[in-house]
């Protein structure tokens, strides 16, 4: 869990440059927001921070306390590491890069769609938050 979001985003907007569709919630389209609480369902005080929105169907958004996809959800306390095998084991370059891997700690490991060139700074924010 995030115990202090102000960081996450402020690491986010620190890095961050000509995103197109991977965003802070809070500056997302309002129809966007509206679409995503209509899909989704929060936990109780959960605070959504950042997210990735193509259509109904190709989404993800980190929370305080989750990361919510189209196809997963991982509780944050659940993830032991993130992995760039487009980078470092398919040799892609930074540009070209549009997945990260995510391993639980159970060993499970799930795919993170990116929008390209925007690996850098989600697999930043995520060591962040597992590391603290």
């Given amino acids: 869990m995030i115990k202090n979001i102000n960081i996450i985003k402020s690491k986010f907007k620190r890095i961050k440059k000509d995103f197109f569709k991977t965003e802070l ?21 959960e605070i959504p921070i950042l997210g990735y929105f193509v259509s109904a169907n190709s989404y993800w958004f980190l929370t305080d306390m989750r990361l919510i ?18 980078v470092f ?23 993170l769609k990116l929008e390209k060139s925007t690996w850098y700074v989600i697999f930043n924010v995520l060591n962040f938050i597992i590391r603290h």
């Fill in 25 to 45: 919630y809070e500056n997302l389209d309002n129809n966007v927001q509206e679409q995503i609480k209509d899909k989704m369902l929060f936990i109780n005080n």
């Fill in 69 to 86: 996809t189209d196809s997963f959800i991982i509780y944050l306390d659940d993830i032991k590491i993130i992995n760039i095998p487009e």
């Fill in 89 to 111: 084991d398919e040799g892609k370059s930074n540009s070209e890069c549009e997945s990260l891997e995510i391993v639980k700690k159970n060993s499970d490991i799930h795919t």
